[in-house]
Nanobody
Framework: QVQLVESGGGLVQPGGSLTLSCVPS????????MAWYRQAPANQRELVAT???????NHADFVKGRFTISRDNAKNTMYLQMNSLEPEDTAVYYC????????WGKGTLVTVSS
């Protein structure tokens, strides 16, 4: 059974940092490209960053220089290091495989507020 579990969200002040984790099960993680997405209230889900099976990252322009996607194939885990957080980064963050699995996880809520 395929499952995606995101964690690490929380409440943080503007300018703060958080690190999100994604642990998929039911797929061979090391062979798959992965991605982080986010969905803010009343907005559509948007792509934040992708990482190839070999670890090559790509980041959306709106997070470049602030967020870093990474993976540890030995730990079957993908990460999103988020620095210099802004209120506009408030959203539920999701991970998925590329191409996307039909099932999505519950996501992890990131709230940036003073």
């Amino acid at each position: 059974q395929v499952q995606l579990v995101e964690s690490g969200g929380g409440l943080v002040q503007p300018g703060g940092s958080l690190t999100l984790s994604c642990v998929p099960s039911g797929i061979t993680f090391r062979f798959n490209a992965m991605a982080w997405y986010r969905q803010a209230p009343a907005n559509q889900r948007e792509l934040v960053a992708t990482i190839s099976s070999g670890g090559s990252p790509n980041h959306a322009d709106f997070v470049k220089g602030r967020f870093t996607i990474s993976r540890d194939n030995a730990k079957n885990t993908m990460y999103l290091q988020m620095n210099s957080l802004e209120p506009e980064d408030t959203a539920v963050y999701y991970c998925n495989r590329l191409p996307n699995l039909q099932a999505w996880g519950k996501g992890t809520l990131v709230t940036v507020s003073s």
